[in-house]
Nanobody, 117 residues
Framework: QVQLVESGGGLVQPGGSLRLSCAAS????????MGWYRQAPGKQRELVAT???????EYADSVKGRFTISRDNAKNTVYLQMNSLKPEDTAVYYC???????????WGQGTQVTVSS
């Protein structure tokens, strides 16, 4: 079992920034593809960003140019730097870890991000 714990959420004004962190408890962290997902009230959970074992990144069109995903394998931690935040970014943000072979999925409990003036 892999445990994921998110932190760094909070209330910010439009245009502000937040940095989310996700700490993973696994001895093979470097082998996992890590990702961030979010779910707004009344909407389905959606992909925000992913980063592979090799450091390749992918982003949802809605956050490209504003969000940056990164990982520190020495600290078993993945980050999401969020800049130029908009009210529509308001959601619960979830950390995700997946192993490719075999396919294994793990989820954190989420951290609330609220963007409001």
């Amino acid at each position: 079992q892999v445990q994921l714990v998110e932190s760094g959420g909070g209330l910010v004004q439009p245009g502000g920034s937040l940095r989310l962190s996700c700490a993973a408890s696994t001895s093979i962290f470097s082998r996992y593809v890590m990702g961030w997902y979010r779910q707004a009230p009344g909407k389905q959970r959606e992909l925000v960003a992913t980063i592979s074992s090799g450091g390749n990144t992918e982003y949802a069109d809605s956050v490209k140019g504003r969000f940056t995903i990164s990982r520190d394998n020495a600290k078993n931690t993945v980050y999401l730097q969020m800049n130029s935040l908009k009210p529509e970014d308001t959601a619960v943000y979830y950390c995700n870890a997946r192993l490719l072979l075999p396919t294994m999925l793990y989820w954190g409990q989420g951290t609330q991000v609220t963007v409001s003036s």
